[in-house]
């Protein structure tokens, strides 16, 4: 079976020896606070900030996942309120989780069919954005990120890029924070987040002095300052974090082989079909990593079922679109002959 799921979805091939490489050198068994532990911290962090180019000043955690970063922002970087812009389910339950924490987050959600206004905020401290919501295969680009952090400059600015970081270049001086989780666009198994922070978010942290939590951000940076964590973290998947690292291409050439097979099925199904359709119609609003894909609710499960048949599985449609479509992902281990493939599994239906 090839998995087009968005998340988790396809590991990259080379997993399975680095696994087998992992056991044979006792990766398994690491103490976390060891000097070998220390040293694969070390070398993960440096590859991630040069293969995705993120900021020198940019501190780097391990945390489980992009929800966990949900709740740390939470709780370490709100003075006074939340604002946040979404136009889907993944925006929108972020949302709701910091509200059920904070009890006073703001939510401005927009239309799906239109992009993200970048208007200037008049109350809260922190502005959180879906930058690719998986839901519905719609994107916010680095442009419209970087004109809400003009529009607003005394804001924190955190950025969920969790089924985008490791697929397309981002501006990442363009926010203060940013997340993602390992199993999508990095090509890893579950249980690893990804979370960046600029020097301004780390001031805000200070202000906000909240270290009741084993995972306040001041606890993730006093540990991280000697490339350790607060927590046992799961030194496997940083092991195989790290090894994928050596072996990717920098981010905007492994963009570019995203944006290309993207445009091929925007082709694919702007052009050649009238009975699947992309949920987005803007092609500036369109993810390039999740394509969400729109038809009858009767096709859409006969898609599906087919599919499994031929040797896919495709992402079951989410929230209000649950039904009516079907997403695909367009991540960097799913290989070129997979995707020939899934497109003629495809051309029967359009």
């Not at 195989?240 to 445009?263: A, G, H, N, W």
């Amino acid at each position: 079976m090839v998995s087009f799921y968005p998340g988790p979805s396809r590991v990259y091939p080379k997993v399975k020896r680095y696994l087998q490489d992992a056991y044979r050198d006792d990766i398994l068994s690491i103490n976390h606070r060891s000097d070998e532990f220390i040293a694969l911290s070390t070398r993960t962090v440096s590859l991630l900030k040069e293969k995705l180019s993120v900021p020198a000043d940019y501190t780097v955690y391990f945390v489980s996942s992009a929800t966990e970063s949900w709740e740390i922002i939470a709780q370490s970087l709100i003075k006074t309120q939340s604002i946040h812009l979404f136009n889907g389910a993944f925006g929108k339950k972020w949302f709701e989780y910091t509200n059920r924490i904070t009890g006073n987050a703001l939510a401005y959600p927009f239309n799906l069919q239109e992009k993200l206004r970048p208007l200037a905020c008049k109350s809260g401290d922190l502005i959180c954005i879906t930058q690719n919501e998986t839901s519905n295969g719609t994107q916010v680009s680095n442009k419209l990120i970087r004109k809400v952090k003009e529009k607003n400059p005394d804001y924190i600015l955190a950025v969920d890029a969790t089924s985008s970081m490791a697929g397309i270049e981002l501006d990442f001086a363009s926010a203060d924070v940013w997340f993602a989780s390992v199993q999508k666009c990095f090509g890893l198994p579950a249980g690893l987040g990804i979370l960046m922070c600029s020097p301004r978010a780390l001031k805000r942290a200070q202000d906000v002095n909240n270290q009741q939590h084993y995972n306040s951000l001041l606890l993730l940076d006093d540990m991280m300052q000697k490339f350790q964590t607060p927590y046992t973290p799961n030194v496997l998947d940083i092991y195989l974090l790290m090894r994928v690292m050596e072996s990717v291409k920098p981010i905007d050439k492994v963009s570019k082989t995203i944006r290309s097979r993207y445009k091929k099925w925007e082709v694919f199904f702007d052009t050649k079909s009238e009975r699947l359709n992309l949920l987005a119609r803007d092609k500036a609003i369109r993810s390039h990593t999740v394509l969400a894909v729109e038809t009858s609710a009767e096709k859409t499960k006969k898609i599906k079922l087919a599919a499994a048949r031929a040797g896919f599985v495709l992402g079951n449609g989410y929230g209000e679109w649950k039904d009516t479509t079907f997403r695909i992902a367009n991540f960097p281990a799913i290989q070129r002959k997979e995707i020939a493939r899934l497109m003629d599994f495809l051309y029967s239906f359009i």
